[in-house]
């Protein structure tokens, strides 16, 4: 299934005026209004492969009807977010879920959804059928240098898929670690990782990044071997200018200070990407802002402060992703809701004016330097971010189109009710 752009004007018709007048009040209180608009137009998210099916937990997986087969269908979902809000126009690929047999067809197929490839996602956490040597005691910290091996070699050949799909970054998350006290000598576990990274980044093309991606649980659940910031900086920073340090939302012990972690990566000129998604108790996998707008807020207020002293541009120097997994939602309408999400967490984040918020912390005026960040998280840009998406040719209200158009029901009865996609 295909959307045409003129069937998403036909249904921003209905919208328009009121849309002009919401966008009016926001003006009045916008300063700097068309840049912001300006910086939501070129902002993008990739999509990941693995969140356009039904997800599931250890306990069950319950169907969502319609999901994508095979990677040309997880392009074409892709593609039909990207023309419902033109802020979707990559995805990143996870092997061997996704390997792409002939990435030339792939390739073009993606150009005409308008979709170029984010970042090549490895997968040593789980044994493939047929794969010679398990994983189960883990992979590149493995005490078994063939293991280790071949988790090196794994990573190697991502990234030349990657290569012939035009991605340049490699993200490693390493499931790593140990379940119980004993299991695992820390250092030599730290010091085979490394030693695989190095391999591994050593095969890296110039222009590309690789992304250590950290997580503090799960599946092990007494360490892990790149739990935290800390430890993945330790290893970006050991590899080389080309390997920086990968934030996950959800990948934090409970009340982490994320946005100061963001802050300090930014600073040290290690912070290389994010995945989006939010969490109530420990998990990764709810819609992005669902549970924490504020923080989401925080987050990006440092982003958007930490780049601009830095003179990065908001929309390349970065790679900006959603990693979430959808149990009872339909996963393109959580993905909308997601990018929306997003978009407009960056949006108040641009509102916050630097100058004041410094003089004001000069001052120790504790009082108005709150006062400036939830004046901008409270202020109502929703309008803001749907002229961005206006101006590119997208939809004023994403999902609302989405259900009018029944997109849903119509992949139903392409591909059936039963249809499952690879990933978790
Ligand atoms: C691990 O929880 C993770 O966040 C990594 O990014 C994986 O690639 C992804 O989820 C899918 O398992
Ligand atoms: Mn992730």
Same mark, same amino acid.
């Given at each position: 299934m295909r959307i045409d752009q003129s069937i998403i004007a036909k249904q921003n018709e209905q919208h328009f005026d009121a849309h002009q007048k919401k966008l009016a009040i926001a003006a009045e209180t916008v300063p700097d209004l068309e840049s912001v608009i300006q910086k939501l137009v070129d902002f993008q998210v990739a999509i990941p492969s693995w969140a356009l099916g039904a997800g599931g937990t250890r306990f069950g997986r319950f169907s969502i009807g319609g999901?994508?087969?095979?990677l040309e269908e997880k392009i074409s979902d892709v593609g039909l977010l990207h023309a419902l809000n /033109?802020? #979707? %126009?990559a995805i990143s690929l996870h092997i061997p879920w996704d390997i792409p047999s002939d990435p030339e067809k792939i390739k073009a197929l993606a150009a005409e959804h308008g979709l170029v490839f984010d970042a090549m996602n490895s997968n040593t956490f789980q044994d493939q059928p047929?794969? +010679?040597?398990?994983? +189960?005691? %883990? @992979?590149? /910290? *493995?005490? *078994?240098r063939a293991i280790r091996k071949q988790a090196i070699d794994h990573n190697i050949e991502v990234i030349e898929y990657g290569k012939a799909l035009g991605s340049n970054s490699l993200t490693v998350w390493l499931s790593d670690g140990?379940?119980?006290?004993?299991?695992?000598n820390f250092r030599k576990a730290f010091q085979h990782t490394l030693e695989g990274l190095q391999e591994i980044y050593a095969t890296l093309p110039d222009d590309w990044k690789l992304f250590v991606e950290y997580k503090a649980f799960e599946p092990n659940f007494? @360490?892990?071997?790149?739990?935290?910031w800390g430890q993945s900086l330790l290893y970006a920073q050991k590899l080389g200018p080309k390997a920086f340090t990968l934030v996950?939302?959800?990948?934090?012990?409970?009340?982490?200070n994320i946005e100061q972690i963001v802050s300090l990566l930014l600073m040290e000129g290690k912070l290389g990407g994010f995945h989006f998604n939010d969490s109530k108790?420990?998990?990764?996998?709810?819609?992005?802002? #669902?549970?924490?707008p504020y923080q989401l807020f925080l987050i990006f207020r440092e982003l958007v402060e930490g780049m601009d002293s830095r003179g990065m *541009?908001?929309? +390349?120097?970065l790679g900006w992703m959603i990693d979430a997994s959808h149990n009872i939602k339909d996963p393109l309408e959580d993905l909308l809701q997601s990018v929306e999400a997003i978009q407009i967490a960056y949006a108040q984040a641009l509102l916050v004016n630097n100058a004041e918020m410094e003089a004001a912390r000069e001052h120790n005026d504790v009082v108005l330097a709150q006062e400036l960040l939830q004046n901008a998280f409270r202020t109502d840009v929703r309008a803001i971010v749907a002229e961005a998406r206006l101006r590119k040719g997208?939809?004023?209200?994403p999902l609302e189109t989405y259900r009018n158009l029944k997109v849903r029901a119509s992949l139903i009865e392409e591909r059936g009710a039963v249809s499952r996609a690879s990933g978790l």
């Open positions: 999901e994508p087969g095979n /033109q802020s #979707s %126009g047929n794969q +010679k040597l398990s994983y +189960k005691y %883990g @992979s590149l /910290q *493995n005490v *078994n140990s379940n119980f006290p004993g299991q695992l007494y @360490s892990m071997t790149v739990g935290d996950d939302l959800g990948h934090h012990l409970p009340n982490a108790y420990g998990d990764d996998d709810l819609t992005v802002g #669902s549970i924490r *541009n908001h929309a +390349k120097d997208a939809a004023l209200r």
